[in-house]
T-cell receptor
Framework: DQQVKQNSPSLSVQEGRISILNCDYT??????FLWYKKYPAEGPTFLIS?????DKNEDGRFTVFLNKSAKHLSLHIVPSQPGDSAVYFC?????????FGAGTRLTVKP | NAGVTQTPKFRILKIGQSMTLQCAQD?????MYWYRQDPGMGLKLIYY???????DKGEVPNGYNVSRSTTEDFPLRLELAAPSQTSVYFC???????????????FGEGSRLTVL
């Protein structure tokens, strides 16, 4: 069963514009929702997270939105930069149980 | 700080062979994890440990074993390699923060295993 879904395998945006990455989940029992970023030949690195009791968390150019009624999570990157080109994984977490989506490959064109 | 170190980075095994993927962290983290990532899929949890001497199964533990004799090391053992175990393996660690465990993991660079 795929509890975390990232329906867009890829996304391409122009430098300076907004990137919006989306994620849907099925289980309502998760405490935290996270985004990880992965460059080729490297391990994922933590980007930003949000608690299930919040609906928005912002860190510089990165903002995560949580819509619990829709079971939907999104990551906004503004403005997008070429160095943001990577694979982005969303994840849900509760008590050592972390479930990852399949990832979305973001390409930011100069 | 080296962070999370995995060895080897690449390995080719024949069906039925055994091997151990090594993982070490120098951040004094209590929690350690092994994930596998198959092409086009998210990471799936194989095993995890919340401290030395304590291990537990994750989502896909069959065909693997782990041990945690020290805080620093968390090796993953494949006893009888099968083609279905061809994957990229990631080790990760974390520590429970004051205020709760938020799930922020620190990953190694990965070990690419091919079973032929």
């Amino acid at each position: 069963d795929q509890q975390v879904k990232q329906n867009s395998p890829s996304l391409s945006v122009q430098e300076g514009r907004i990137s919006i990455l989306n994620c849907d989940y099925t289980n309502s029992m998760f405490d935290y929702f996270l985004w990880y970023k992965k460059y080729p030949a490297e391990g994922p690195t933590f980007l930003i997270s949000i608690s299930s009791i919040k609906d928005k968390n912002e860190d510089g150019r990165f903002t995560v939105f949580l819509n619990k009624s829709a079971k939907h999570l999104s990551l906004h990157i503004v403005p997008s930069q070429p160095g943001d080109s990577a694979v982005y994984f969303c994840a849900t977490y509760n008590n050592n149980d972390m479930r990852f989506g399949a990832g979305t490959r973001l390409t930011v064109k100069p | 700080n080296a962070g999370v170190t995995q060895t080897p980075k690449f390995r080719i095994l024949k069906i039925g062979q055994s091997m151990t993927l090594q993982c070490a962290q120098d951040m004094n983290h209590n929690y350690m994890y092994w994930y596998r990532q198959d092409p086009g899929m998210g990471l799936k949890l194989i095993y995890y440990s919340v401290g030395a001497g304590i291990t537990d199964k994750g989502e896909v533990p069959n065909g693997y074993n782990v041990s945690r004799s020290t805080t620093e090391d968390f090796p993953l053992r494949l006893e009888l390699a099968a083609p279905s175990q061809t994957s990229v393996y990631f080790c990760a660690s974390s520590y429970p923060k004051a205020g709760g465990d938020t799930g922020e993991l620190f990953f190694g660079e990965g070990s690419r295993l091919t079973v032929l």
